[in-house]
């Protein structure tokens, strides 16, 4: 399971010219499930995503997180960032779980993060999705369990 995380000051997620989730300061994060991965992982990397110390402090180091600012999380299900991108010019997605079961992995996350207590939202699974975002730093991170 692998996530891409982004500090962002504002996003939102359109389908349909619709606005399905928006959040103001907090984390922007694309999550992409793999054919083996279970709630552990899902578990694993919620809490990695949330307590990931990414927001500045009284000293302006990054020291806090998202649990600490008490900011808003935007997840969204991006199957892409599973792809194999090592050999060729064509990614491969082999090592991407079936819709199924990345759908039942990524509904079991969305309901882990709503018992933070956090301001949580989320895009569409499957569908195609705008993402319009105002990145804080910018602050981006790569993270898998």
């Known amino acids: 399971m692998k ?12 389908v349909n010219s619709e606005t399905v ?3 103001n300061k907090g984390i922007l994060a694309f999550v992409g499930v793999e054919r083996d991965d279970q709630e552990q992982q899902v578990d694993k990397l ?11 402090d009284e000293n302006d180091k990054m020291n ?14 991006q199957f892409t960032l599973v792809a194999e991108t090592q050999k060729g010019l064509r990614p491969s997605f082999s090592k991407a779980g079936n819709p199924e079961h990345s759908q039942k992995l990524y509904r079991y996350m969305i309901k882990q993060a709503k018992k933070t207590g956090l301001f949580i939202q989320t ?9 319009s975002l105002i990145n804080d730093g910018p602050v981006t991170f790569n993270l898998s369990c």
């Open 123 to 131: 895009g569409k699974f499957a569908a195609n999705m705008q993402i």
């Open 46 to 56: 919620l809490k990695k995503i949330i307590n990931y110390r990414i927001f500045a």
């Open 21 to 23: 989730g928006q959040i």
């Open 64 to 77: 806090r997180s998202l649990i600490d600012i008490q900011g808003g999380l935007l997840l969204v299900s």
């Open 3 to 14: 996530a891409l995380i982004q500090k962002v000051k504002k996003a939102q997620v359109h």
